[in-house]
């Protein structure tokens, strides 16, 4: 039975519909199937059983199967699991032929994966149809199974292919962590040097300069060599001492005072400065973030990063060019901010100035804020411009990059902690704090709006004022009051002018303090023979927060 069944294709058709394998143990049955499919068109195979038509089946794939159930070995719903549990077999439609009629194994044969059960004894012409149909359902069925598999080719294909991709950019994304870090160590390196050298070389320059003042302020008017030397030795140490300041601004030793400042008017109203910088030749732009953007800043230290910025793309624009200064706001992810050169991930106000000027080359990008890195000949530059950036922006708890090319042009990105906005604008509507008191204070001024105005601003502030027109009247009310603890004086006035009244009031009260305001100069005062302690000047028009402070400081002097 089974030397015969293996190669027992019959059909000499010239036209084949299609292969078939028929499977059964009985050869009698396996023989009237063969005939029947044969004479129909079909290519056929037998087998005897499970076993060898499983193996069968490895060396060539039919189109259908007639399998029977009863047969030595495995049965006919094993073999079926078997066909459908693998892929490559799977899509082969099972027909079950058996004289087992009972609905319990017509269910086990759909269940075990077929899609037909014919009884035996079956019609002839009822066979041929169902397998006619069954390979017409099937030929879809296959295509579909075909095109899955292909999809699931690509998929995997795919898959690889983002994998590889990920691997090479996650490796990327590590490169640039590493240069970062690198560069931030370098920084931070070069930062505490700089910072201790700028320290001690500010205490040896404030000895030169203190005592170059004495030598200025002592030597013979008609000495004119060493006047002149003087005026140079000062001259270089003030240059020094601007040297140190920006050493001092590059390691973070600066003294800040960060207020909530909303950076977009903050570039505006540079904007004169920085136009005047880069001149006409250069095309000036600014684009500003559609939401009003607050960080916490020292707003001069900020217009300081932003001219020393211009000043270099002046610079690298000799023949004109373009500068534009743009704000964003970016939210920096967690795992980002390294790369960002940021210690922390969260929202940042992104401050981009770009140039499309001479660009820089590769070996300068990585050099580009150290302190006294430049390109520029002797004389032009001191190379501190960038480090005075850095620094500020560090300090700011904000980071700068670069981007440029030879040729192409610079962008340098500026990223600065951005507040809530709620609480910056609650924080900008806060009154400055007011130097107040609650002490009381004798106002002498002939002009009475000036001295009702001092009596407003004296009295918001807390004090207790009392106003005189004159000198005479100022020194009455001194006299009646015994608790005057100050006296603010006009210098010209009627009948007894500020210096008499000053005079008197020290006569009875050698430590009352006196705080002069006047439109004159405060060299005037001492030219009016003043120069005794406890004596201040404030000159017209001035601020209410400096009559304040100098009010407050006044009293508190011992
Ligand atoms: N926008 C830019 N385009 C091209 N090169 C630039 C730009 N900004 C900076 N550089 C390069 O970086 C170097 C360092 O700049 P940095 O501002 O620190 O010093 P500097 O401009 O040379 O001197 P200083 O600012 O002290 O006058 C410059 O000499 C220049 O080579
Ligand atoms: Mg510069």
């Known amino acids: 039975m089974q030397g015969k069944s293996m190669e027992s294709g019959k059909g000499e058709h010239t036209q084949l519909k299609g292969n078939i394998l028929v499977v059964d143990d009985n050869p009698d049955n396996l023989s009237v199937l063969e005939q029947i499919l044969t004479a129909d068109g079909y290519k056929v195979r037998t087998a005897s059983n499970g076993e060898i038509a499983l ?12 399998l029977d159930i009863i047969m030595p070995g495995m049965d006919g719903f ?7 549990g693998d892929p490559s077999t799977t899509g082969i439609p099972v027909l079950f032929i058996s004289a087992l009629s009972e609905t319990k194994d017509k269910l086990m044969a759909f269940e075990s994966g077929g899609v037909d059960y014919v009884t035996k004894p079956f019609a002839e012409q009822e066979v041929l149809a169902r397998v006619r149909t069954h390979l017409g359902l099937a030929a879809p069925q296959r295509e579909l199974l075909r095109a899955n598999r292909e999809l699931n080719r690509e998929i995997k294909a795919r898959k690889a292919a983002e994998d590889k991709y990920r691997v090479i950019s996650d490796q990327c994304v590590e490169k640039k962590l590493e240069e970062q870090l690198l560069q931030a160590q370098k920084m931070e390196s070069i930062g505490l040097l700089a ?8 205490n040896i320059l404030t000895a030169i300069s203190g005592y170059g003042q004495i030598l ?6 008609d000495n004119v060599l060493l006047r002149e030397c003087i005026a140079q030795l000062l001259k270089a140490s003030e240059r020094a001492a601007e040297l140190t300041r920006g050493l001092l601004a590059f390691s973070r030793k600066q003294v800040i005072n960060p207020q909530p400042v909303h950076i977009d008017l903050l570039i505006f109203n540079t904007g004169k400065l920085i136009q005047r910088i880069i001149g006409e030749d250069i095309e000036f732009c600014t684009e500003f973030s559609d939401k009003k953007l607050f960080v916490q800043a020292d707003a001069g230290q900020i217009e300081l990063v932003l001219m020393n910025l211009a000043a270099n793309a002046r610079d690298a624009m000799p023949r004109g060019g373009r500068l534009s200064i743009s ?20 929202e940042y106000a992104l401050i981009t100035v770009s ?7 590769k070996e300068s990008m990585g050099r580009l804020f150290e302190p006294f890195y430049t390109t520029k000949e002797v004389g032009k530059g001191t190379g501190l411009g960038l480090s005075i950036v850095y620094g500020i922006i560090k300090q700011h708890n904000g980071s700068v990059m670069v981007c440029s090319e030879a040729g192409l042009g610079t962008t340098f990105n500026i990223y600065l902690p951005l507040i809530d906005r709620y609480n910056a604008d609650v924080e900008s509507e806060k009154p400055p704090t007011i130097a107040g008191g609650t002490e009381t204070i004798l106002v002498a001024d002939d002009e009475l709006i000036v001295g009702e105005y001092l009596r407003s601003l004296l009295e918001n502030a807390g004090y207790r004022v009392m106003v005189a027109v004159d000198g005479e009247e100022a020194l009455a009310m001194f006299e009646e009051h015994d608790d005057i603890s100050l006296v603010l004086s006009d ?9 008499e009244l000053f005079t008197a009031i020290r006569k ?6 006196v705080i002069f305001v006047s439109g004159y100069s405060a060299d005037s005062i001492k030219k009016m023979g003043i120069s005794e302690d406890h004596v201040d000047f404030i000159a017209k028009p001035f601020e209410n927060s400096l009559v304040l402070l100098k009010i407050r400081e006044a009293l508190d002097y011992e």
């Open 55 to 66: 193996k069968a089946l490895k060396a060539r794939q039919p189109d259908l199967i007639f």
């Open 78 to 84: 094993e073999v079926c699991r078997r066909l459908k």
């Open 195 to 202: 910072g201790g050298v700028a320290h001690d070389f500010n």
């Open 216 to 221: 200025r302020d002592n030597i013979a008017a």
């Open 327 to 346: 704000t964003n706001q970016v939210m920096i992810h967690k795992g980002y901010e390294v790369l960002h050169g940021l210690a922390a991930p969260g």
């Open 355 to 361: 140039d499309s000027g001479s660009g820089i080359d």
């Open 491 to 499: 210098l010209v006035m009627p009948k007894m002018n500020g210096v």
């Open 508 to 513: 009875r009260k050698p430590a009352m303090k």
